[in-house]
């Protein structure tokens, strides 16, 4: 039979790439952990390493459980903690990722309460503007903004964030006001990066007319909606800004909205956990305390420019 505690040794040894440096790791004799690999190979009947004198290295059926190790193994870890926090409640640590901005910006003032709500879970947040592979990475909840690409992963709806063309005083003073969305191609704009490298095109919408589609070029190109916030407030360009960063500046005067006759299109904001996963208690209480804050006219959905 199959030893889970084997599993880990050689999860170890295959990231390490060395019996001594996974000894070293798991405090255990660098015997043990040759014995360990050895009964492994003999449950699985295969070869898992070839051991030389100087380095470990994994033969294609070693290479081939070890992409499903780290699924099997923080599998047994989830189940174990769900099943003990069942009568318990909400407790342990929540994993969740989310973009920057948001995070600094709405989870900043939404973990507090959630905390003091839950007093036995901890949270470590992962503030990234990269894609996220929650298995991999293992996340148990991330906060994603835009449309979802086809996947195994569950999605619960949030919201819609609404998002403004910005830029600021000083800006507009040197280089001028535009006045339809053609004239947005002479200024510096600042974009978010597509995935694939290729620009992404600006939709402009408005009651009286059909859509305007610009191929826009950035000046500034960055990914991260906080930072293209701030640069267009220090007057580096035009930017595409979501109307929680963008209202409050436009209110004191530090941004000015453009193009008052046209619309963009907003973006759906979601959570998103594995679906091959039981949910434990904590990420439900998560995912159950966001979906009752992101209510219309609460923080990132207080956008009156919307109405």
Not at 41 to 56: D, I, N, P
Not at 208 to 235: Q, Y
Not at 261 to 268: F, H, I, L, Q, R
């Amino acid at each position: 039979m199959l030893d889970l505690n084997d599993l880990r040794v050689f999860a170890s040894v295959a990231r390490l790439s060395g019996f001594a440096a996974a000894a070293r790791e798991l405090g255990l004799p660098k015997s043990s952990v040759s014995r360990s690999i050895t009964r492994l190979e003999g449950s699985l009947h295969t070869r898992l390493v070839q051991r030389t004198t100087r380095e470990v290295r994994l033969t294609a059926s070693g290479i081939a459980l070890q992409e499903r190790c780290l699924a099997i193994l923080t599998g047994v870890a989830d189940a174990v903690e769900y099943v003990g926090s069942l009568s318990t409640g909400p407790r342990g640590l929540l994993r969740v990722s989310v973009g920057i901005g948001f995070g600094v910006k709405v989870l900043s003032e939404l973990l507090p309460p959630f905390l003091a709500q839950y007093p036995d879970v901890s949270v470590a947040l992962d503030l990234t503007s990269r894609p996220v592979d929650l298995v991999a990475d293992g996340v148990d909840v991330a906060v994603r903004i835009g449309p979802m690409p086809d996947s195994d992963m569950v999605a619960t709806h949030l919201g819609t964030m609404h998002r403004y063309l910005c830029a600021a005083p000083e800006y507009l003073s040197r280089r001028g006001t535009p006045e339809t969305p053609e004239a947005l191609l002479t200024h510096d704009i600042i974009e978010m990066p597509s995935a694939d490298g290729v620009p992404r095109p600006w939709i402009f919408s408005r009651a009286d007319g059909e859509p305007v589609k610009l191929a826009i070029e950035p000046r500034v190109s960055v990914n991260d909606p906080l930072t293209i916030h701030h640069l267009a407030m220090n007057g580096a360009g035009v930017g595409c800004i979501s109307g929680y960063l963008c209202g409050p500046e436009i209110a004191a005067g530090r941004l000015v909205r453009l193009l008052l006759e046209w619309t963009m299109p907003s973006v759906d904001v979601s959570l998103v956990f594995p679906s091959n996963r039981e949910l434990s208690p904590a990420i439900r209480a998560f995912v159950s305390y966001m979906k009752a804050a992101s209510v219309p006219g609460r923080l990132w959905q207080d956008d009156a420019m919307s109405s």
